[in-house]
Protein backbone atom coordinates (compact mmCIF):
# COMPACT_ATOMS: atom_id res chain seq x y z
CA UNK A 1 0.00 0.00 0.00
CA UNK A 2 2.82 2.28 0.79
CA UNK A 3 4.29 1.77 -2.50
CA UNK A 4 1.17 2.58 -4.27
CA UNK A 5 1.03 5.76 -2.44
CA UNK A 6 4.49 6.79 -3.28
CA UNK A 7 3.91 6.20 -6.72
CA UNK A 8 0.58 8.10 -7.22
CA UNK A 9 2.00 10.92 -5.73
CA UNK A 10 5.21 10.78 -7.64
CA UNK A 11 2.84 10.36 -10.87
CA UNK A 12 0.69 13.76 -9.84
CA UNK A 13 4.17 15.76 -9.27
CA UNK A 14 5.09 15.31 -12.75
CA UNK A 15 1.93 16.40 -14.22
CA UNK A 16 1.81 19.64 -12.15
CA UNK A 17 5.05 20.62 -13.73
CA UNK A 18 4.18 19.53 -16.86
CA UNK A 19 0.76 22.02 -16.58
CA UNK A 20 3.83 24.79 -15.11
CA UNK A 21 5.43 24.89 -18.31
CA UNK A 22 2.61 24.39 -20.81
CA UNK A 23 2.33 27.57 -23.11
CA UNK A 24 -0.95 26.31 -23.98
CA UNK A 25 -2.32 27.00 -20.42
CA UNK A 26 -3.89 29.88 -19.52
CA UNK A 27 -1.35 31.74 -16.98
CA UNK A 28 2.10 33.73 -17.12
CA UNK A 29 3.78 32.88 -19.55
CA UNK A 30 7.58 31.85 -19.19
CA UNK A 31 11.07 34.24 -20.11
CA UNK A 32 11.60 32.06 -23.71
CA UNK A 33 7.53 32.32 -24.73
CA UNK A 34 7.61 35.87 -24.21
CA UNK A 35 10.60 36.37 -26.67
CA UNK A 36 8.85 34.12 -29.43
CA UNK A 37 5.29 36.22 -28.93
CA UNK A 38 7.40 39.47 -29.29
CA UNK A 39 9.61 38.52 -32.32
CA UNK A 40 6.54 36.83 -33.74
CA UNK A 41 4.75 40.20 -33.39
CA UNK A 42 7.62 42.48 -34.54
CA UNK A 43 7.59 40.05 -38.25
CA UNK A 44 3.77 40.78 -38.56
CA UNK A 45 4.57 44.40 -38.05
CA UNK A 46 7.18 44.92 -40.44
CA UNK A 47 5.12 43.02 -43.16
CA UNK A 48 2.57 45.25 -42.91
CA UNK A 49 4.78 48.32 -43.03
CA UNK A 50 6.17 46.69 -46.12
CA UNK A 51 3.01 46.09 -47.65
CA UNK A 52 1.65 49.91 -46.47
CA UNK A 53 5.14 51.09 -47.95
CA UNK A 54 7.10 50.56 -50.83
CA UNK A 55 10.27 52.74 -52.11
CA UNK A 56 11.60 52.04 -55.47
CA UNK A 57 15.00 53.34 -57.71
CA UNK A 58 15.12 53.74 -60.49
CA UNK A 59 16.74 55.43 -63.74
CA UNK A 60 18.11 55.62 -67.38
CA UNK A 61 22.07 55.77 -68.72
CA UNK A 62 21.66 56.58 -72.06
CA UNK A 63 24.79 57.57 -74.21
CA UNK A 64 26.45 57.67 -77.82
CA UNK A 65 28.67 59.30 -80.25
CA UNK A 66 27.10 62.33 -82.70
CA UNK A 67 28.25 63.59 -86.09
CA UNK A 68 27.22 66.64 -86.92
CA UNK A 69 27.72 68.55 -90.07
CA UNK A 70 26.34 71.56 -91.87
CA UNK A 71 27.36 75.28 -93.10
CA UNK A 72 29.21 76.11 -90.47
CA UNK A 73 31.50 72.97 -89.91
CA UNK A 74 31.67 70.17 -88.30
CA UNK A 75 32.11 67.75 -84.73
CA UNK A 76 32.27 65.00 -83.75
CA UNK A 77 31.04 64.34 -79.96
CA UNK A 78 29.11 62.32 -77.00
CA UNK A 79 26.08 65.28 -76.20
CA UNK A 80 25.60 65.91 -72.64
CA UNK A 81 21.98 66.71 -72.48
CA UNK A 82 20.39 63.58 -74.37
CA UNK A 83 20.58 60.92 -76.99
CA UNK A 84 17.13 58.81 -77.28
CA UNK A 85 16.46 59.58 -73.81
CA UNK A 86 18.22 61.81 -71.43
CA UNK A 87 20.18 59.84 -68.42
CA UNK A 88 18.42 60.21 -64.57
CA UNK A 89 18.36 58.34 -61.64
CA UNK A 90 15.75 58.59 -58.64
CA UNK A 91 13.92 57.63 -55.55
CA UNK A 92 9.72 57.58 -55.90
CA UNK A 93 7.96 56.40 -52.67
CA UNK A 94 4.52 55.40 -51.82
CA UNK A 95 2.83 55.22 -48.48
CA UNK A 96 -1.02 53.57 -47.82
CA UNK A 97 -2.19 56.02 -45.38
CA UNK A 98 -5.84 53.97 -45.18
CA UNK A 99 -9.46 54.82 -46.48
CA UNK A 100 -7.84 54.98 -50.22
CA UNK A 101 -5.61 58.19 -49.52
CA UNK A 102 -1.82 57.93 -50.08
CA UNK A 103 1.47 60.16 -49.50
CA UNK A 104 3.86 60.10 -52.34
CA UNK A 105 7.19 61.73 -53.35
CA UNK A 106 9.55 61.79 -55.92
CA UNK A 107 13.24 62.77 -55.81
CA UNK A 108 14.88 62.59 -59.73
CA UNK A 109 18.16 63.93 -60.71
CA UNK A 110 19.57 64.21 -64.19
CA UNK A 111 23.31 63.92 -65.57
CA UNK A 112 25.18 64.31 -68.57
CA UNK A 113 26.72 60.31 -69.05
CA UNK A 114 29.24 62.11 -71.02
CA UNK A 115 31.03 63.74 -68.00
CA UNK A 116 28.85 62.93 -65.26
CA UNK A 117 27.74 66.38 -64.70
CA UNK A 118 24.48 67.23 -63.24
CA UNK A 119 22.05 68.55 -66.21
CA UNK A 120 19.29 71.17 -65.47
CA UNK A 121 21.51 73.94 -64.09
CA UNK A 122 23.14 71.85 -61.81
CA UNK A 123 20.55 71.35 -59.66
CA UNK A 124 20.84 67.75 -57.35
CA UNK A 125 17.25 67.01 -58.34
CA UNK A 126 16.82 69.15 -61.23
CA UNK A 127 14.12 66.45 -62.94
CA UNK A 128 11.80 66.31 -60.07
CA UNK A 129 11.32 66.83 -56.23
CA UNK A 130 7.85 66.60 -55.24
CA UNK A 131 5.83 65.52 -52.16
CA UNK A 132 2.06 64.95 -52.16
CA UNK A 133 -1.13 63.58 -51.78
CA UNK A 134 -3.14 60.65 -54.19
CA UNK A 135 -6.13 59.11 -54.03
CA UNK A 136 -9.50 58.62 -56.14
CA UNK A 137 -9.75 62.10 -56.71
CA UNK A 138 -6.90 62.59 -58.34
CA UNK A 139 -3.04 63.70 -57.19
CA UNK A 140 -2.00 66.78 -55.53
CA UNK A 141 2.07 67.84 -55.55
CA UNK A 142 4.42 70.77 -54.10
CA UNK A 143 7.92 71.25 -55.76
CA UNK A 144 9.52 70.97 -58.53
CA UNK A 145 7.63 69.69 -61.14
CA UNK A 146 6.41 68.97 -64.88
CA UNK A 147 3.84 71.38 -66.34
CA UNK A 148 1.01 69.98 -68.12
CA UNK A 149 2.71 71.10 -71.83
CA UNK A 150 4.85 67.38 -71.09
CA UNK A 151 2.02 65.66 -69.67
CA UNK A 152 0.16 66.78 -72.93
CA UNK A 153 3.10 65.98 -75.35
CA UNK A 154 3.88 62.64 -74.05
CA UNK A 155 1.98 60.39 -76.21
CA UNK A 156 2.00 62.49 -79.30
CA UNK A 157 5.61 63.51 -79.58
CA UNK A 158 6.71 60.21 -81.15
CA UNK A 159 10.22 61.22 -80.74
CA UNK A 160 9.78 62.95 -77.65
CA UNK A 161 13.27 64.19 -76.14
CA UNK A 162 15.18 62.87 -78.98
CA UNK A 163 18.74 64.13 -79.43
CA UNK A 164 17.38 65.20 -83.15
CA UNK A 165 13.39 66.89 -82.48
CA UNK A 166 11.00 68.53 -80.64
CA UNK A 167 13.93 70.28 -78.58
CA UNK A 168 15.75 71.09 -81.25
CA UNK A 169 13.25 73.74 -82.74
CA UNK A 170 12.11 74.70 -79.10
CA UNK A 171 14.14 74.49 -75.81
CA UNK A 172 11.70 75.18 -73.53
CA UNK A 173 9.86 71.71 -74.47
CA UNK A 174 12.50 69.37 -73.10
CA UNK A 175 12.51 71.75 -69.72
CA UNK A 176 8.90 71.99 -69.70
CA UNK A 177 9.17 72.20 -65.36
CA UNK A 178 8.54 74.35 -62.73
CA UNK A 179 9.94 75.37 -59.23
CA UNK A 180 8.01 76.20 -56.49
CA UNK A 181 5.05 74.72 -58.10
CA UNK A 182 1.51 73.32 -56.89
CA UNK A 183 0.34 70.56 -58.98
CA UNK A 184 -2.68 68.59 -59.70
CA UNK A 185 -3.56 65.48 -62.31
CA UNK A 186 -6.85 63.44 -62.06
CA UNK A 187 -7.93 60.73 -64.19
CA UNK A 188 -11.50 59.81 -64.89
CA UNK A 189 -11.81 57.32 -66.79
CA UNK A 190 -10.49 57.93 -70.34
CA UNK A 191 -10.31 61.73 -69.46
CA UNK A 192 -7.37 62.89 -67.66
CA UNK A 193 -7.52 66.58 -66.28
CA UNK A 194 -4.40 69.01 -64.77
CA UNK A 195 -2.99 72.18 -63.50
CA UNK A 196 -0.06 73.95 -62.14
CA UNK A 197 1.03 77.28 -60.77
CA UNK A 198 4.52 78.21 -59.63
CA UNK A 199 5.30 80.89 -57.28
CA UNK A 200 8.62 81.61 -58.96
CA UNK A 201 9.15 79.08 -61.75
CA UNK A 202 13.44 79.17 -62.03
CA UNK A 203 15.40 79.97 -59.56
CA UNK A 204 18.90 78.73 -61.09
CA UNK A 205 21.12 80.84 -62.73
CA UNK A 206 22.74 79.13 -65.52
CA UNK A 207 23.59 81.81 -67.99
CA UNK A 208 21.53 81.84 -71.01
CA UNK A 209 20.27 78.53 -71.20
CA UNK A 210 16.93 77.16 -70.77
CA UNK A 211 18.13 74.79 -68.03
CA UNK A 212 18.15 77.37 -65.31
CA UNK A 213 16.51 80.89 -66.43
CA UNK A 214 17.24 82.98 -63.67
CA UNK A 215 13.30 83.86 -63.12
CA UNK A 216 13.30 83.14 -59.54
CA UNK A 217 9.74 84.99 -58.57
CA UNK A 218 8.30 85.04 -55.09
CA UNK A 219 8.67 88.66 -54.54
CA UNK A 220 7.68 90.79 -52.40
CA UNK A 221 7.28 93.59 -54.27
CA UNK A 222 6.25 92.24 -57.50
CA UNK A 223 3.54 89.06 -57.24
CA UNK A 224 3.79 88.67 -61.06
CA UNK A 225 7.37 87.90 -61.22
CA UNK A 226 8.09 84.49 -63.26
CA UNK A 227 4.92 82.89 -62.01
CA UNK A 228 4.09 80.26 -64.04
CA UNK A 229 0.58 78.23 -64.75
CA UNK A 230 -0.60 76.01 -67.28
CA UNK A 231 -3.94 73.83 -67.66
CA UNK A 232 -4.75 70.25 -69.70
CA UNK A 233 -7.15 67.91 -70.61
CA UNK A 234 -6.20 65.08 -72.65
CA UNK A 235 -8.69 61.76 -73.47
CA UNK A 236 -7.25 58.70 -74.62
CA UNK A 237 -8.95 55.49 -75.57
CA UNK A 238 -7.61 52.23 -76.38
CA UNK A 239 -7.25 53.17 -79.97
CA UNK A 240 -6.68 56.83 -80.14
CA UNK A 241 -5.98 59.55 -78.03
CA UNK A 242 -6.45 63.32 -77.93
CA UNK A 243 -4.86 66.45 -75.59
CA UNK A 244 -5.27 70.22 -75.18
CA UNK A 245 -2.94 72.16 -73.04
CA UNK A 246 -2.11 76.32 -72.34
CA UNK A 247 1.30 76.81 -70.92
CA UNK A 248 2.14 80.49 -69.88
CA UNK A 249 5.30 81.77 -68.13
CA UNK A 250 6.38 85.39 -67.12
CA UNK A 251 9.32 87.65 -66.65
CA UNK A 252 11.29 89.01 -63.85
CA UNK A 253 13.90 91.32 -63.57
CA UNK A 254 17.07 89.52 -64.66
CA UNK A 255 15.30 86.56 -66.27
CA UNK A 256 17.05 85.08 -69.40
CA UNK A 257 14.98 84.54 -72.95
CA UNK A 258 14.21 88.84 -73.26
CA UNK A 259 11.71 88.19 -70.53
CA UNK A 260 12.82 90.81 -68.26
CA UNK A 261 9.71 92.37 -66.63
CA UNK A 262 6.60 90.69 -65.12
CA UNK A 263 4.86 92.26 -67.75
CA UNK A 264 5.97 90.09 -70.24
CA UNK A 265 5.12 86.80 -71.27
CA UNK A 266 5.29 84.07 -72.92
CA UNK A 267 2.45 81.52 -73.78
CA UNK A 268 2.17 78.44 -75.61
CA UNK A 269 -1.18 76.53 -76.58
CA UNK A 270 -0.46 72.70 -77.56
CA UNK A 271 -3.41 70.54 -79.42
CA UNK A 272 -2.11 66.90 -80.43
CA UNK A 273 -3.64 63.53 -80.92
CA UNK A 274 -2.87 59.99 -81.91
CA UNK A 275 -4.39 57.07 -83.56
CA UNK A 276 -3.26 53.08 -83.19
CA UNK A 277 -3.18 51.42 -86.28
CA UNK A 278 -2.81 47.58 -85.65
CA UNK A 279 0.83 47.80 -83.40
CA UNK A 280 2.32 50.92 -84.91
CA UNK A 281 0.90 54.64 -84.01
CA UNK A 282 0.74 57.73 -86.13
CA UNK A 283 0.17 61.10 -84.52
CA UNK A 284 -0.04 65.28 -85.22
CA UNK A 285 -0.30 67.82 -83.50
CA UNK A 286 0.61 71.83 -83.52
CA UNK A 287 2.01 74.06 -80.59
CA UNK A 288 1.19 78.41 -81.31
CA UNK A 289 3.32 80.56 -79.27
CA UNK A 290 3.09 83.80 -78.68
CA UNK A 291 5.82 85.51 -77.03
CA UNK A 292 6.26 88.85 -76.08
CA UNK A 293 9.94 89.06 -75.73
CA UNK A 294 10.60 88.51 -79.63
CA UNK A 295 9.48 92.05 -80.46
CA UNK A 296 10.03 91.17 -84.15
CA UNK A 297 8.72 88.15 -84.31
CA UNK A 298 6.49 86.91 -80.94
CA UNK A 299 4.02 84.52 -82.86
CA UNK A 300 5.13 81.12 -84.77
CA UNK A 301 3.63 77.52 -84.91
CA UNK A 302 4.77 74.18 -84.59
CA UNK A 303 3.30 71.75 -86.69
CA UNK A 304 4.50 68.33 -86.53
CA UNK A 305 3.44 64.57 -87.51
CA UNK A 306 5.13 61.33 -86.80
CA UNK A 307 4.80 57.42 -86.96
CA UNK A 308 6.07 54.21 -84.76
CA UNK A 309 6.14 50.98 -86.02
CA UNK A 310 7.73 47.93 -84.72
CA UNK A 311 9.04 46.26 -88.23
CA UNK A 312 10.17 43.03 -85.61
CA UNK A 313 9.85 42.15 -82.50
CA UNK A 314 13.20 43.31 -81.43
CA UNK A 315 13.23 46.58 -83.46
CA UNK A 316 11.18 49.88 -83.65
CA UNK A 317 11.01 52.54 -86.22
CA UNK A 318 10.08 55.85 -85.42
CA UNK A 319 10.10 58.88 -87.57
CA UNK A 320 9.07 62.95 -87.45
CA UNK A 321 8.44 65.99 -89.42
CA UNK A 322 8.71 69.22 -87.93
CA UNK A 323 7.71 72.54 -89.50
CA UNK A 324 8.30 75.83 -87.39
CA UNK A 325 6.93 79.14 -89.18
CA UNK A 326 7.31 82.92 -87.46
CA UNK A 327 4.27 84.78 -88.11
CA UNK A 328 4.96 87.71 -90.78
CA UNK A 329 8.57 86.72 -91.05
CA UNK A 330 10.75 84.94 -93.74
CA UNK A 331 12.30 82.77 -90.76
CA UNK A 332 11.30 78.94 -90.45
CA UNK A 333 13.14 75.93 -89.78
CA UNK A 334 12.23 72.44 -91.17
CA UNK A 335 13.74 69.27 -89.55
CA UNK A 336 12.71 65.73 -90.64
CA UNK A 337 13.93 62.74 -88.11
CA UNK A 338 14.29 59.17 -87.77
CA UNK A 339 15.27 56.85 -85.16
CA UNK A 340 16.19 52.92 -84.76
CA UNK A 341 16.21 50.88 -81.97
CA UNK A 342 17.09 47.07 -81.47
CA UNK A 343 16.14 45.77 -78.22
CA UNK A 344 18.72 43.67 -76.74
CA UNK A 345 16.18 43.32 -73.64
CA UNK A 346 13.43 44.79 -71.75
CA UNK A 347 16.60 46.98 -70.03
CA UNK A 348 18.79 47.37 -72.64
CA UNK A 349 18.85 48.86 -76.05
CA UNK A 350 20.93 50.20 -79.12
CA UNK A 351 19.69 53.13 -81.43
CA UNK A 352 20.77 54.84 -84.30
CA UNK A 353 19.13 58.20 -85.19
CA UNK A 354 19.86 60.61 -88.10
CA UNK A 355 18.43 64.14 -88.19
CA UNK A 356 17.78 66.90 -91.39
CA UNK A 357 17.35 70.85 -90.31
CA UNK A 358 16.98 73.40 -93.21
CA UNK A 359 16.49 77.06 -92.06
CA UNK A 360 15.32 80.12 -93.58
CA UNK A 361 15.55 83.53 -93.15
CA UNK A 362 17.57 84.90 -90.36
CA UNK A 363 17.23 81.28 -88.36
CA UNK A 364 20.26 79.45 -87.06
CA UNK A 365 18.84 76.85 -85.63
CA UNK A 366 20.89 73.16 -84.58
CA UNK A 367 19.88 69.79 -85.79
CA UNK A 368 21.22 68.42 -82.27
CA UNK A 369 19.80 69.31 -78.89
CA UNK A 370 22.44 67.04 -77.30
CA UNK A 371 24.78 70.19 -76.49
CA UNK A 372 25.78 73.41 -77.61
CA UNK A 373 28.24 74.50 -79.40
CA UNK A 374 27.64 74.47 -83.06
CA UNK A 375 24.71 76.13 -84.69
CA UNK A 376 25.02 76.49 -88.74
CA UNK A 377 25.11 79.86 -90.59
CA UNK A 378 22.03 81.76 -90.75
CA UNK A 379 19.77 80.45 -92.74
CA UNK A 380 21.65 77.23 -93.52
CA UNK A 381 21.15 73.70 -92.85
CA UNK A 382 22.88 71.13 -90.69
CA UNK A 383 22.83 67.01 -90.68
CA UNK A 384 23.15 64.79 -87.45
CA UNK A 385 23.98 61.26 -86.92
CA UNK A 386 23.94 59.65 -83.80
CA UNK A 387 25.01 56.03 -82.33
CA UNK A 388 23.86 55.02 -78.66
CA UNK A 389 22.65 52.48 -75.65
CA UNK A 390 20.41 53.03 -73.14
CA UNK A 391 20.07 51.04 -70.22
CA UNK A 392 17.06 51.40 -67.39
CA UNK A 393 16.90 50.02 -64.00
Known amino acids: MRRKSTATALAWALAAGAWAQSPSVSGPATAPD ?10 QSRARAATASTVTLYGLVDSGVEYVKGSSGHVTRMP ?4 SLPSRWGVRGVEDLGGGLRGVFVLESGFGSDTGNLN ?3 RSFGRQAF ?9 LTLGRQYTMLFWSLLDADVLGPNVYGSG ?15 VYRGTFGGLTLGASYSLGRDVVNAGPSPAGTNCAGESATDSRACREWSVMAKYDTPRWGAAVAVDEIRGGPGAFAGLTSSAMKDRRISANGYVKLGEGQLSAGLI ?3 NNASIATPRSDLWYVGGSYPVFSVVTLDAQIFRLDYKNSRNS ?5 IRGTYHLSKRTALYATVGHIANDGSLALSVSSGAVGINPIAGGSQTGVMLGMRHSF
Open 34 to 43: QDARRAESEA
Open 288 to 290: RRN
Open 333 to 337: ATLAA
Open 131 to 139: VGLSGGWGT
Open 168 to 182: SLDSYIPNARADNAI
Open 80 to 83: SLTG
Open 120 to 122: QGG
